[in-house]
């Protein structure tokens, strides 16, 4: 019997059907769900999810799981970033960085083989999620903004902002339903347009996350040159100014209308917004840390103060009271970090995206510019739900499903 069991744990692409069963419910749901705190950890992203995702990895690999060769340009940044540890002085970032860079090669890894395997609870838990946000955005939105508050590191949100349903901002809140949707966009799924739209309505109404609305509206510029189509252009211009005028006719105090207000009568005051400003800032900075440094690794903790020192040299950012100790930009953070190592990310993600939609150029092309694009936006490399992306995208390039964008 022991002999048995030890067979099934060494056989190649298997596990034990007990850790089996187990680990790939445990990455969904704390991937899914990546900011609801155990025990407080100090940062917004709570590591289970790479706990999780680094236990069912070592577990692959010890049973003779064969990854594909795009992996190993990934796997390059995650060594270096060890390599960067050891000569960096703030540990604790230098772990959040760590993470966020096994995240990155991990989690797409991981969520590729869950699907590969464990398609139908995937896609069962993917409708759950959605289901679960919205619920819980609507009671906070209508009830109580305070609803199930204690389940997450902290809560920022204020008059005029929307909810944050399970996540501490309603950035967060709208970021995890974008790439929620995404997901959607990519897998063979029934009913995918129905939960498209209920993220739609949680991204405009629930979340009303200003960022995120701009990224929407950035998918639509690039949808618009690449796919062009008179009358859905027509259409989704009419249904949003039809929306934008009913809400701003009843007075809705939302941050997302006050910043269209703002680029429709005075663009030139939009980099007074003190957010704005900062995430502006933040790509800036980051790409020119790249770029001043010759393409070396800036290495872990060292933004802050490379910022101070550039600031003075321009008169477009606004100088903050204090400066953000992590680099609100996924792509620039990864450049300032790693230097032209950091470059392997953007590659192999844009590799990925033409092996998914090699059949269809232009959907090609969307979704490479839409995501390299947005990746250069406030979004944590931490997030697992970016690395769930780039593992839907291979299993799409494995078995041809068609995205409902053709």
């Given amino acids: 019997m022991i002999q048995n069991w030890t067979n099934k744990v060494v056989e190649k692409n298997k596990l034990p059907i007990n850790i089996g069963q187990i680990l790939p419910f445990l990455v969904l749901l704390f991937s899914f769900f990546p900011y609801i705190k155990i025990v407080s950890f100090g940062s917004d992203i709570q590591p289970w999810s790479i706990l999780m995702v680094t236990l069912y990895s070592m577990l692959l690999f010890y049973s003779g799981y064969r990854f594909q060769k795009v992996f190993i340009y990934l796997l390059i940044p995650m060594v270096c970033s060890i390599l960067l540890f050891f000569v960096g002085d703030n540990q604790f970032s230098s772990i959040r960085s760590i993470a966020g860079y096994f995240t990155v090669v991990l989690t797409p890894l991981v969520f590729h083989r869950i699907l590969n395997k464990y398609y139908d609870l995937t896609v069962n838990f993917l409708k759950f999620a959605v289901i679960t946000y919205l619920i819980i955005g609507v009671i906070q939105i209508f009830f109580d903004m305070n609803f199930l508050s204690f389940l997450l590191p902290r809560v920022s949100t204020f008059g005029g902002?929307?909810?944050?349903?399970?996540?501490p901002e309603p950035t967060f809140y709208g970021i995890v339903c974008l790439f929620l949707m995404l997901l959607f966009l990519t897998l063979d799924i029934k009913n995918k347009s129905l939960f498209i739209y209920l993220l739609l309505f949680q991204i405009f109404f629930i979340a009303q996350s200003s960022m995120v609305i701009l990224f929407l509206s950035i998918f639509g510029f690039y949808y618009t040159i690449f796919k062009f189509k008179v009358k859905t252009l027509l259409l989704l211009i009419l249904v949003l100014c039809i929306v934008m005028v009913s809400l701003d006719s009843y007075h809705y105090d939302s941050r997302a209308l006050h910043l269209l207000n703002i680029v429709i009568t005075n663009p030139g005051s939009l980099m007074s917004d003190e957010s704005i400003n900062a995430r502006m800032a933040a790509i800036y900075f980051s790409v020119m840390g790249f770029i001043d440094n010759f393409g070396l690794p800036n290495g872990f903790a060292a933004f802050a103060n490379y910022q101070e020192i550039a600031m003075p040299e321009q008169d477009i950012f606004?100088?903050?009271?204090?400066?953000?100790?992590?680099?609100?930009?996924?792509?620039?953070?990864?450049?300032?970090?790693?230097?032209?190592?950091?470059l392997l990310v953007p590659i192999s993600y844009s590799i990925i995206l033409l092996k998914a939609y090699k059949k269809n150029f232009k959907n090609f092309l969307l979704f490479f510019f839409f995501l390299n694009t947005i990746l250069f936006a406030a979004i944590p490399v931490t997030l697992p739900l970016v690395g769930f992306y780039i593992g839907a995208l291979l299993y799409r390039s494995d078995n041809g499903a068609n995205a409902q964008y053709e």
Avoid: K, T
Wanted: overall charge positive; glycine content about 16%.
């Fill in 161 to 167: 902002r929307g909810a944050v349903s399970l996540s």
């Fill in 318 to 342: 606004i100088h903050l009271r204090s400066p953000p100790d992590r680099i609100m930009s996924y792509y620039g953070g990864i450049l300032f970090e790693l230097g032209v190592i950091g």
